[in-house]
């Protein structure tokens, strides 16, 4: 089961960190993916972290902004996400994968999902 949290309001600049946690039975280690659904707008890739936390990846709109990162001791992988602009206004999924070794970039390669987090950004 995951849990996404860390959303709210901040200024155009501003930065926030969501957080992914994972609980119950994560003896596997799972790849993450951070995904994000602006109002009217399908779901889109954001961020993503391969299961050894070796590979990243990032979608170009949040290319040197964004940071994902994680914990593996706290089930938890963070978004670190700064110098945010009103664009980035939107609801937050985090998604976990155990199929590939690498990153996945498509939502249908995930097979958990978290409820979402919402991030507004006031310009």
């Known amino acids: 089961q995951l849990q996404a949290f860390g959303g709210g309001l901040v200024q155009a600049g501003g930065s926030l960190r969501l957080s992914c946690a994972a609980s119950?039975?994560?003896?596997?280690?799972?790849?993450v993916g951070w995904f994000r659904q602006a109002p009217g707008k399908e779901r889109e890739f954001v961020s993503g972290?391969?299961?050894?936390?070796?590979?990243?990846y990032y979608a170009d709109s949040v290319k040197g902004r964004f940071t994902i990162s994680r914990d593996n001791a706290l089930n938890t992988v963070y978004l670190q996400m700064n110098s945010l602009k009103p664009e980035d206004t939107a609801v937050y999924y985090c998604?976990?994968?155990?199929?590939?070794?690498?990153?996945?970039?498509?939502?249908?390669?995930?097979?958990?999902w978290g409820q979402g987090t919402k991030v507004t950004v006031s310009s």
């Open positions: 972290i391969s299961k050894s936390g070796s590979s990243t």
């Open positions: 119950g039975r994560t003896r596997s280690s799972y790849g």
């Open positions: 998604a976990a994968q155990q199929r590939l070794l690498g990153v996945g970039i498509y939502s249908n390669q995930y097979d958990y």
